[in-house]
């Protein structure tokens, strides 16, 4: 027995000289205070590394307010240690530490976590009290705990309805004089913690080396390896987010090299675009054209509640086209000019209308008697049913009026004389009569004229024969000629070129 006992003294005293107190002066805090607002109680006075009067006045320890059914206090050791072990001075009172000493009761059935948080549940139970007795928990309980955290946690409970062994006080309290937590700085063990972990060890244990505990990024036994599968960070327990093409992002902090896929960005790629953009690292905008504009799916941009007269596609940016316009596409042009594209939206024929059609729309039938395009010419008069013709070509659809022919009736009929109609030939031989006495009256004036001039201009042999002649057979002959040619003219004149037609 004396040499256990030198041997267990003999550890603590080289432990303590082996690791660092890492709790020294760190913050704390503790449940329900005695007398709060008075110094000599306070949860810090657990971390000064005073520990010689261990009376509740000797303002070195932390006492707790009475007839609490749980009692809590933790040490922040400000960051993750590699801890291997805790020791815990109970209060005293200075007395003699066994059965007889009332403070034992209630030490028994204590608590100590190591935890990340303050949380105890989140953490590692490093030891639970179920098996001392008043006579048998020491004053200093040394706790073996190799382990990685920032908050060592001691809890205490004595729960109604529960039944716990004997001896054990109804209450739990605080009554703790001195915690010390022994470790490594983080990346290094050993007993003097000179030894480096494994490279890309954030934590290792810290007697042996095996790393506990991969820097982010990295996996494996002696963590050797990048995250991979889709995954980065402490432990490869994250998971990445919607990198381009589902690729391996950053190992270490998640960011997504490649950009984001279709709908998302950010670093990490794990917001969804925001209002109006869509696709990869949301740089395309929602179409204007959208039934609710610029509102769409935010991976593929297809337009939500479809498109806006005129506009057609997934993404609403087509025009209509094929002869068709409005809402959906789906009503059809009108007999646009060569049948070409009406206006996209509301239809109209920007070139006018094709022959037969009139409108804005053209979709109206020209009105009677007109034809051609816009409906811009009228119909002949010859038609049968005049002004009444084919509103697309202009033909007359019964025929033409007696005496014209052509599609548009617009030539008199003269080749078919057999089926000509009796006034036609009536006013054809009126018209043919009045040019031929025409021409018969200006022959027979220049002929009359042509005559007059021969008589009174003789000729040369008769010019010879008057030389010849005596003055009387020239009188004579004279009167003789000139009375007859008067009254040949005289006769003439009394009648019109009219009544000699007649």
């Known amino acids: 027995m004396i040499l256990l006992l030198i041997?267990?003294?003999a550890l603590v005293v080289w432990c303590a000289s082996s690791y660092e107190n890492v709790a020294f002066s760190k913050p704390t805090w503790q449940s329900q205070q005695y007398n709060p607002g008075n110094a000599l109680f306070n949860s810090s006075n657990a971390v000064d590394g005073?520990?010689?009067?261990?009376?509740?006045?000797?303002?070195e320890c932390v006492i707790s307010a009475a007839r609490y059914r749980t009692a809590t206090w933790w040490v922040n050791l400000e960051s993750v240690y590699s801890i291997h072990d805790i020791r815990i001075y109970y209060?005293?009172?200075?007395?003699?530490?066994?059965?007889?000493n009332g403070y034992t009761r209630r030490f028994l059935g204590f608590y100590v976590y190591v935890s990340n948080t303050t949380n105890r549940l989140e953490g590692y139970l490093c030891f639970h009290d179920t098996n001392y007795t008043r006579a048998t928990i020491p004053s200093i309980a040394n706790i073996t705990c190799p382990v990685h955290g920032q908050y060592v946690i001691y809890f205490n409970e004595r729960l109604r309805g529960t039944s716990y062994p004997s001896g054990y006080s109804i209450y739990a309290f605080n009554e703790l004089c001195e915690v010390e937590v022994y470790g490594c700085i983080p990346g290094f063990y050993g007993l003097d913690c000179f030894i480096p972990c494994p490279e890309n060890c954030r934590y290792c244990h810290i007697e042996t080396g095996v790393c506990s505990w991969c820097k982010p990024g990295y996996q494996g036994y002696q963590c050797e390896n990048e995250c991979d599968g889709g995954r980065y960070g402490q432990d490869c327990g994250r998971i990445c987010r919607t990198c381009l093409?589902?690729?391996q992002c950053n190992y270490i902090n998640g960011s997504c090299l490649e950009g984001c896929d279709a709908g998302y960005e950010g670093t990490l790629c794990d917001s969804e675009c925001s209002a109006e953009y869509f696709g990869y690292n949301c740089e395309n905008k929602?179409?204007?054209?959208?039934?609710?504009?610029?509102k769409c799916n935010k991976t593929t941009g297809e337009c939500e509640g479809g498109c806006q007269a005129g506009w057609k596609g997934l993404l609403c940016s087509e025009q209509c086209d094929d002869n068709r316009y409005g809402q959906d596409c789906g009503q059809i042009c009108g007999a646009c000019l060569g049948y070409?594209?009406?206006h996209y939206i509301n239809g109209s024929c920007l070139e006018g209308c094709d022959a037969g059609y009139e409108g804005n729309l053209c979709t109206m039938g020209c009105s009677t008697g007109k034809f051609e395009k816009d409906c811009s010419e009228n119909c002949s008069v010859n038609c049968v049913v005049a002004t009444v013709c084919h509103s697309v070509t202009g033909e007359c659809p019964n025929g033409c009026q007696p005496g014209w022919e052509g599609n548009h009736c617009e030539r008199l009929q003269v080749e078919d004389k057999e089926n000509c109609h009796p006034s036609f030939y009536g006013i054809l031989g009126a018209f043919l009569v009045s040019v031929t006495a025409n021409v018969v009256f200006i022959a027979y004036i220049l002929l009359k004229r042509k005559n007059e001039k021969r008589m009174t201009e003789p000729t040369i042999e008769e010019k010879f024969n008057n030389e010849k002649r005596k003055p009387s057979d020239i009188y004579e002959n004279s009167d003789k000629n000139v009375t007859g040619d008067y009254l040949e003219l005289g006769e003439l004149e009394n009648h019109s070129h009219y009544d000699a037609l007649q």
């Open 7 to 9: 041997y267990e003294i």
């Open 50 to 59: 005073k520990k010689s009067n261990l009376k509740a006045w000797g303002g």
């Open 91 to 100: 209060r005293t009172d200075n007395a003699v530490w066994d059965a007889t």
């Open 245 to 247: 093409e589902n690729t």
């Open 286 to 294: 929602c179409n204007d054209n959208c039934g609710v504009p610029n």
């Open 340 to 342: 070409k594209q009406c």
